[in-house]
């Protein structure tokens, strides 16, 4: 969800931030193994859990309306919002926002409709390409079609 988030922001803008609850360590280790960290303009983690969200979501979104903001400072045309525990809070801090928005789990349900629609043949050439010359042994028969793609 996280990657599709960032690859829809890269879309709508330059830079990027991220805001999320918590620690920031595994957003900016994905970022940069997807080849975006020179499109980060900042990252926020804030120091609540998801349970605070449910206890107190305007208290929440005034503490992530800031972090939103800090971010946009650094140079973000586009935010994601990181977690699925911030799912749906999209509208609500968007009003304060200057810039959009993305919500994860809106960006990675959206993603994998498109991937679906476009039905993509599987690869037969390249990294993403199933290994050749492999012998499937000890499997169903039927599971061993399915693994070869047909």
Excluded: N
């Amino acid at each position: 969800m996280t990657e599709a988030a960032c690859f829809a922001a890269c879309l709508l803008g330059g830079r990027f931030g991220l805001v999320t609850m918590g620690s920031t360590d595994v957003y900016r280790e994905r970022i940069a193994q997807h080849g975006l960290a020179a499109r980060l303009a900042g990252l926020r983690g804030i120091a609540l859990t998801p349970q605070d969200a449910v206890r107190d979501p305007e208290a929440v979104a005034v503490l992530m309306d800031a972090a939103i903001a800090e971010v946009v400072a650094e140079g973000a045309d586009t935010v994601v919002l990181g977690g699925a525990a911030l799912a749906g809070m999209g509208p609500r801090l968007q009003r304060k926002a200057q810039v959009p928005l993305l919500d994860g789990i809106a960006c990675g349900v959206k993603l994998l409709e498109m991937l679906v629609a476009l039905k993509p043949p599987k690869p037969t050439a390249g990294s993403y390409a199933a290994p050749r010359g492999r012998e499937m042994v000890g499997i169903d028969p039927a599971l061993a079609a399915l693994l070869r793609g047909g």
